[in-house]
């Protein structure tokens, strides 16, 4: 099935291959018609970013490295100061990149040497690109950590080297670029992390590859038009058609977290709210949450929902059109084996976030794999690491790999928190933030996001949709709240605040 209209694709290396073949046998493309315009998207990059002074083209023996020697030339024939390093001897080189050595004017190439370096304005890191796999082995990843460690700022071609195009794993030394020419379409590693964080800006390069062509791409990036598909209050809506949310939360000292889930629905749109919270804590909400209507729940006697609250709560959630359970809950045991007994009973889309995921550590296929709607989870990268019973250092380093995989058990859409968030899909499918939002750095704001999402979820939207719609909304309120004084006095109210003009856009 192809992307929705409102991503924009985004192709692992093996895709890229499979279509750079297609244009070469099936639309009689040249390889050096595609390299001649991938080398001079390449210079046209340098050029805007790196306008004088000396570049430096680092290049491998692959057409990644034959791409950069395409890009020395045009520079070179346009008057720049340009030398050419390369990793391996030229005798090494593919056919095609050997083919475009021999049109260089000017100056042979040279061996590589770090020195060489010094005197660069800008560095070309033309080393490895989508044909590079596991870790740099010698003398790449010598050449790899001396670039890194090299004053000159460094563009890349297609794919700073050392991180998986795949997949945004970096295994050894990798090269923090400025800004990374991604010919044709970005690849996928290029926006997650923490390959995100090396490949900075992303130009992408026009190298001629006709439409039409083999790859099917299960990743891309949440574009603005999602928030078309968010339906809207017309005349004849009612507080019930914009979507009645139910939030499942709270305990002693842990009052705002389902609070701002609550505010956070009602802003996204839903037209109808509820918490059910402990019942000794039902005065804090009444007085904080004019526009919701409160339950309160069985608890304990010091604020933490009891076990026994299971009917109750079902009784809370009957007119739900979606329900977010979690926001506050507590580790308390009795509350943690409430939501267990909760999730699978509920038969509205679910949405778990916080103490609600924590509940389910380990026991995400037992619990959730049967529920009939759909669920979904909102972890950060420590709370997937619980769910999956890994260490979250792990998840940070496989953050793709992690999605899917805790989508695949529990057949519900995860969405991985960060600055590159990703929702999985349990068929596989990634759906990326383009992220880019640090006042979202903050406590609550992650109640924010499940509210929105519960309140997309609760519109009726269909649930990839609506998480995606969530996710995006969010990410631009927290723009928005940042806007008039930069992201460090943000708080999550104002990002709550900010929804109506995230969601008008
Ligand atoms: N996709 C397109 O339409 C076009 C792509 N272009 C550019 O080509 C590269 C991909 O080129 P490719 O030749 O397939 O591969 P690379 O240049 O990335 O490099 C592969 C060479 O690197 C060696 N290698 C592989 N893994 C490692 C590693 N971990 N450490 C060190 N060296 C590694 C490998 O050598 P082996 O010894 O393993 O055989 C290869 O020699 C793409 O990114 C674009 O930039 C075209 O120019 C335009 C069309
Ligand atoms: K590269």
Redesign the pocket.
Known sequence: MSLPRWMEPLLEAGE??E??RW?INERTIA?DE??ER?GEGLAGVISRRAPAGRVVFVC????????GIVAARVLRQAGRDVEVLLVWPAEWM?S?AQAQLKKLPGAKPVAFEAGRLNKAQVIVDCV??????????SP??QVISEMEAAKAPVIA???PSGVDATTGEVEGPAVHCVATAA??RPKVGLWVRPGKEYAGEVDIVD?G?PRGGPARPDAGLIGSGVLREVPRRGATSTKFSSGNVCIIGGSRGLTGAPAMTALAAMRAGAGYVTVGAPASLELSFTVRLLEAMVVGLPEDGDGHLDASGLEPVLKAVVRADAVVLGPGLSKNPQSQALARAVAPRIDVPLVVDADGLNALAGQLEEILAGRRWPTVLTPHAGELGRLLEVDSAEVERSRLRHVREAAAISKAFVVLKGDDTLVAAPSGRVAISRGRAPGLATAGTGDVLSGVIGAMLAKGMPVAQGACAGVYAHLRAGQIAAAPHGPDGVIASDVIASLPAALSA
Request: no cysteine; proline share 3%.
């Open positions: 890229m291959r279509i750079d244009a390889v595609l390299m991938a491998g023996k692959g057409n990644n490295g034959g791409d593919g095609d490895l690109g989508t044909g590079s796999s596991g870790k740099p082995r790449a990843d071609a297609d794919v010919f044709h190298i590859i």
